[in-house]
């Protein structure tokens, strides 16, 4: 195109050029229009030919198993009866869990899921490579089983298992369980907070096609596997509507991509070949961390908690204990009130200069000097990047964990929580000494130090809030420190209330 145009275009244009400026003969002005029509005839016919050559090319590409036109989605659903009127709120009873185990390691994963589901209440399997022997009975507590079939006929390069995880959302789907609204796949070692799993997929349209989940919090992850995909680890949350198409091209899809490491990955390339894509929830946490998770859960993002992962790999949630039984004492907290649990809240003390943030249900941190919020929100880096054990970088901002106790904040740990009156709860943190203890001697350090417990006043956060634009709570430290105790009030924040402008 570029070769032959100019020429034309550059001739008409000097002519056009010499003979309008200086009109002096009619004709020559006449054949000039002549040239200028005659190159818009040529520029139109060979748009018109680009054009249509390339809108054909398209139809040249479609691949074979995507011949149905999506906008058959509708009637699908319909004849399959995804409650086209009359849908009431999306409840735990509408999600099917599909979780990625094997024999090999469920005897000692199995306590993860465990720890999550309801027998009678949680939907879903736990899918396995093989039947589990026949005279060993199946754990009471375990989410029942499915054993996986027709995944050994798949091409595949590094892992096998991988396309059998992948395979679940179709396994799942094939069993014609009624009034599903969700597909929600995870592995053996992730832990989902099922209440605000509800909350988080209630706010979509099952009837719609929704991919959603969280990606890595370690960057080269994402740049390794992909920025557009929900990790695995973390959960992977399919509307109906999505896995009906999305089975229809599954089995073809997964040959094409046969290269990739894991399920995860299979799954957000046939999503994308759909054309749908990732809807990312901060909650959902594939934990592609390693050291010690802390400052990344003190300073949650304000979002419901959905899932942990990876918790074999990272130190226990609260010191001294191990992790199932950390997992317990936070699910203690998550019970009273899951909403709120590890929703972050700070404040300043009205006479000393002392920041205070509190991470709902699981820890406290006390500095005395000022922090502004968006220090106060910034996670501290207890931790490192999952495959190169670096200093980062993350897909959020940290803070350097300072090896100066005078630059640490005094750290409290979640003691006891309690339902108290209507919708009320009260939380306290203990002090927790790091062993061995390296003590700032600084005189503010010393009375911010001498605060042992700090118990924590809110109410009870309805689920219905997560389905407005979320905004961090506001709180208020009591003036008096009485035993080295501190009061805290977690409450709405006020009209025109800010952190500094307290009222
Ligand atoms: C769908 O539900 C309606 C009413 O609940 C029922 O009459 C109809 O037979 C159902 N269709 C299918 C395909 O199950
Ligand atoms: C969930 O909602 C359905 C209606 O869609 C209702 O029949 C069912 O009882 C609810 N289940 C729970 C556990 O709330
Ligand atoms: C679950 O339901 C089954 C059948 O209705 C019942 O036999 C079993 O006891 C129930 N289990 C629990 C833990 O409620
Ligand atoms: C089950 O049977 C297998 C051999 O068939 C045996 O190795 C295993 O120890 C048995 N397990 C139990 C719990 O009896
Ligand atoms: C708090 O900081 C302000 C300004 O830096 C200072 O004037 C005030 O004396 C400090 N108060 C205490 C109790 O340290």
């Not at 096609?209 to 959960?235: L, P």
Request: aromatic content about 12%.
């Amino acid at each position: 195109m570029s070769s032959e145009v100019p020429e034309r275009s550059h001739g008409s244009f000097e002519s056009f050029k010499f003979s309008i400026f200086p009109i002096e003969k009619t004709t020559d002005f006449l054949k000039t229009v002549l040239k200028v029509a005659l190159l818009v005839c040529a520029i139109t016919s060979i748009s018109l030919f680009l054009y249509s050559a390339f809108t054909s090319q398209t139809r040249w590409f479609r691949c074979p198993e995507c011949s149905a036109p999506t906008r058959n989605t509708g009637q699908l659903c319909e004849s399959r009866n995804v409650s086209a009127d009359n849908i009431g709120p999306t409840n735990i009873s509408h999600i099917i869990f599909g979780i990625g185990g094997s024999m090999k390691t469920w005897k000692n994963r199995r306590r993860y899921s465990e720890i999550w589901w309801q027998p009678n209440v949680t939907r879903g399997f736990v899918w396995l490579d093989e039947k589990p022997a026949t005279n060993s009975s199946w754990p009471e507590n375990s989410p029942p089983y499915r054993v996986s079939e027709d995944w050994t006929r798949f091409k595949y390069s590094s892992s096998r298992s991988a396309v059998r995880m992948a395979r679940i959302v179709l396994e799942s789907f094939r069993l014609g369980l009624p009034d599903v609204r969700w597909f929600v796949m995870g592995d053996d070692d992730t832990v989902f907070f099922t209440e605000n799993f509800v909350s988080v997929l209630a706010k979509y349209d099952h009837r719609q096609m929704y991919y959603i989940g969280g990606n890595s919090e370690s960057v080269e992850q994402d740049e390794m596997h992909s920025y557009g995909m929900a990790f695995g680890g973390g959960g992977i949350a399919i509307s109906y509507s999505l896995a009906v198409e999305l089975v229809n091209i599954l089995d073809g899809c997964l040959d094409r991509y046969y290269k990739f490491y894991g399920s995860d990955q299979r799954i957000a390339a046939c999503v994308s070949e759909i054309g749908v894509s990732l809807t990312t929830e901060r909650g959902f946490h594939q934990m592609d961390i390693r050291e010690d998770p802390y400052g990344l859960l003190a300073a949650h993002p304000v979002a419901p908690l959905v899932s942990l992962h990876h918790l074999d790999a990272v130190k226990p949630l609260f010191p001294n204990q191990n992790q199932i039984d950390s997992l317990r004492y936070l699910i203690q907290a998550y019970q009273v009130d899951p909403a709120r649990t590890m929703q972050q809240s700070f404040c300043y003390h009205p006479k000393q200069n002392w920041s205070v943030s509190i991470s709902w249900g699981y820890t406290a941190q006390l500095y005395p000097w000022l922090l502004t919020a968006k220090e106060l929100e910034t996670p501290l880096q207890t931790f490192r990047t999952w495959r190169s054990w670096k200093d980062g970088p993350f897909t959020f901002n940290t803070r350097r964990m300072s090896a100066d106790p005078c630059e640490q904040p005094v750290v409290y740990f979640l003691d006891r929580v309690e339902e108290v009156g209507e919708g009320e709860t009260l939380s306290s943190y203990k002090r927790y000494v790091f062993e061995p203890e390296k003590k700032c001697e600084r005189a503010e350090y010393a009375s911010a130090m001498a605060v042992q417990k700090i118990i924590v006043s809110a109410f009870k956060m309805h689920p219905n809030e997560w389905k407005k634009e979320p905004r961090r709570d506001c709180c208020e430290i009591s003036k008096s420190l009485k035993k080295g105790t501190m009061h805290v009030r977690i409450r709405h924040c006020k009209r025109s209330e800010t952190i500094t402008t307290p009222t």
